[in-house]
């Protein structure tokens, strides 16, 4: 008597329900990330009249509002603002890296007593709530004379940045064959020479990685920019808050939409080109062989 067997080639209904709920999963994440953004975006080229016309595609369309976020007529020096972000952004990241990689390699080649516990302080470090700085800090700085100055932001940045620095390229360091520094060690190198020429070289995904998110940390930053800059220094997350129009009483959300997408589009360009860089990096070292 012949036995029905099930066919394994015949797709399930899971199977055959797999594909669609991919999709739609994908398409909610989408919706939920870029939504706000894709809003913005509208809102920047619609005239400023139709502002809040819910219309979900681009109407009115108009250049108006960039050229009123750049308009210093009105007190706004947006065009500084991005400028002055660049520059505390860059700095930050620069530096952040360079104390970043020599404190990762050495948490992760070095044996020394105390080790685990510096690991600890500079996770705990990344919790610790900005807030509760900004009183010591701003008394910090307006003794030394450092309100308004590029410092005042750049050095409380690099705290911020530097533990998530050195968290990520620590766990890619201390996956590294630390075979191919031994074999150059073998060859003459000096430990400096090994570090620069062999494993430094292997880490490039993972420090492209950290210098990306350090530059947008940087930049995204507002509470501390807010108290210790000046006009004249002020990034433009403190330059959009600021922002003037017309009428004092009511924002200009238009001008406003425009310089937030002025912001947001290089961001997202940058991210979107090198994600596979990003995605690299933040997963090296994240499977043991």
Same mark, same amino acid.
């Given at each position: 008597?012949?036995v029905?067997?099930?066919n ?5 209904w899971? #199977?055959?329900?797999?594909t669609? #709920? ?10 939920w ?12 080229? #619609?005239d400023?009249?139709?502002t809040f016309?819910?219309t ?8 108006? &509002?960039?050229?009123?976020?750049f308009?210093t007529?009105r007190g706004n020096d947006?065009? #500084? ?6 520059v505390i952004?860059?700095i930050t990241t620069v530096l ?6 020599f404190?990762?390699y ?5 044996t ?11 996770l705990?470090?990344s919790?610790?709530?900005v807030?509760v700085?900004v ?5 910090l700085f307006? &003794? ?7 410092q005042a ?5 690099i705290?911020?940045?530097l533990p998530?620095t050195v968290?990520i ?6 996956e ?12 003459g190198a ?14 490039a ?7 990306i998110?350090?530059?947008i940390?940087?930049? &995204?930053?507002?509470?501390l920019?807010?108290?210790l800059s000046?006009?004249s220094?002020?990034?433009v997350t403190v330059a959009?808050?600021r922002?003037?129009? &017309?009428n004092p009483?009511v924002?200009p ?15 997202v ?5 090198f994600?596979?860089r ?7 070292g994240?499977?043991k062989?």
């Amino acid at each position: 008597m012949a036995v029905a067997t099930k066919n394994p080639a015949a797709p399930s209904w899971t #199977r055959r329900l797999r594909t669609p #709920r991919l999709y739609f999963g994908v398409l909610i994440i989408l919706v939920w990330g870029l939504g706000p953004f894709y809003w913005m975006a509208v809102t920047a080229f #619609r005239d400023p009249d139709y502002t809040f016309d819910n219309t979900p595609w681009p109407t009115h369309l108009t250049m108006e &509002n960039f050229r009123n976020a750049f308009d210093t007529s009105r007190g706004n020096d947006f065009g #500084r603002a991005l400028i002055n972000s660049f520059v505390i952004g860059s700095i930050t990241t620069v530096l952040a890296l360079i104390i970043g990689i020599f404190a990762a390699y050495a948490l992760a080649r070095l044996t020394f007593r105390g080790k685990y516990l510096v690991s600890g302080l500079i996770l705990s470090a990344s919790m610790f709530p900005v807030v509760v700085l900004v009183t010591p800090l701003f008394q910090l700085f307006t &003794n030394i004379g450092w309100i308004g100055e590029y410092q005042a932001m750049i050095i409380p940045n690099i705290s911020f940045v530097l533990p998530m620095t050195v968290y990520i390229l620590a766990s890619f360091f201390t996956e590294l064959p630390w075979e191919l520094e031994e074999a150059a060690r073998i060859d003459g190198a000096s430990k400096l020479q090994a570090f620069r020429l062999v494993m430094l070289p292997l880490a490039a995904p993972a420090v492209f990685t950290t210098a990306i998110l350090a530059f947008i940390a940087a930049v &995204n930053e507002y509470l501390l920019a807010r108290l210790l800059s000046s006009g004249s220094t002020e990034p433009v997350t403190v330059a959009i808050a600021r922002f003037s129009g &017309n009428n004092p009483v009511v924002p200009p959300y238009a001008a406003i939409m425009a310089a937030g997408t002025i912001v947001t589009i290089p961001l997202v360009t940058m991210v979107l080109i090198f994600q596979r860089r990003i995605i690299s990096g933040l997963t090296a070292g994240g499977v043991k062989s």
